[in-house]
T-cell receptor, first 114, second 113 residues
């Protein structure tokens, strides 16, 4: 069974600075998809970024980028130029090639301080 | 209107009561899911369904049941609610043709007293 681990329960960052969230996963599959989701206080689950395992290039979405290390089974999220609106819970998630279900990590709470 | 609608948004119920959480979607997706969120544990899968005639247990299905009434509707029932089922519940849909993009409802916060 796949597992996803987020080792940082909480992180804080000053506005305009950079913060990196860690995620590791365990799988025997070679092809799969990885995701970062944001959950603001509104509790809506918002997709931040997605990475396909067969792509070596790291995904980027505006101020959000990932560092995907397939051999190490690591998938970290970097938030650049942090904004107050980035304050939220962030979840790392995994699905296999068949996309049958998402497996989530425990989440990291990010607080952006003015 | 939201693509995935969950009702109710919040609910308080008493121990031993039967309760149903409802989910409907306008995405046209075949795949639907119920997840439970607890602090520090992330979201865990309760049940999932790939079409109207397909129901599968997730990792924490004990104490829950589901019904897929139509492609667009997937409800979750707690037959006899207990306090440790207090949690935030999410319904989601997915589409394999779009790299498994998942769409989530806005969640139902359930409190069992």
């Amino acid at each position: 069974a796949q597992t996803v681990t987020q080792s940082q329960p909480e992180m804080s960052v000053q506005e305009a600075e950079t913060v990196t969230l860690s995620c590791t996963y365990d799988t025997s599959e070679n092809n799969y998809y990885l995701f970062w989701y944001k959950q603001p206080p509104s509790r809506q689950m918002i997709l931040v970024i997605r990475q396909e395992a067969y792509k070596q290039q790291n995904a980027t979405e505006n101020r959000f980028s990932v560092n995907f290390q397939k051999a190490a089974k690591s998938f970290s999220l970097k938030i650049s130029d942090s904004q107050l609106g980035d304050t939220a819970m962030y979840f790392c998630a995994f699905t296999g090639a068949a996309g049958n279900k998402l497996t989530f990590g425990g989440g990291t709470r990010v607080l952006v301080k003015p | 209107d939201a693509d995935v609608t969950q009702t109710p948004r919040n609910r308080i119920t008493k121990t031993g009561k039967r309760i149903m959480l409802e989910c409907s979607q306008t995405k046209g997706h075949d795949r639907m899911y119920w997840y439970r969120q607890d602090p520090g544990l992330g979201l865990r899968l309760i049940y999932y369904s790939f079409d109207v005639k397909d129901i599968n247990k997730g990792e924490i299905s004990d104490g829950y049941s589901v019904s897929r009434q139509a492609q667009a509707k997937f409800s979750l029932s707690l037959e006899s609610a207990i306090p440790n089922q207090t949690a935030l519940y999410f319904c989601a849909t997915s589409d394999p043709s779009s790299n498994y993009g998942y769409t989530f409802g806005s969640g139902t916060r359930l409190t069992v007293v």
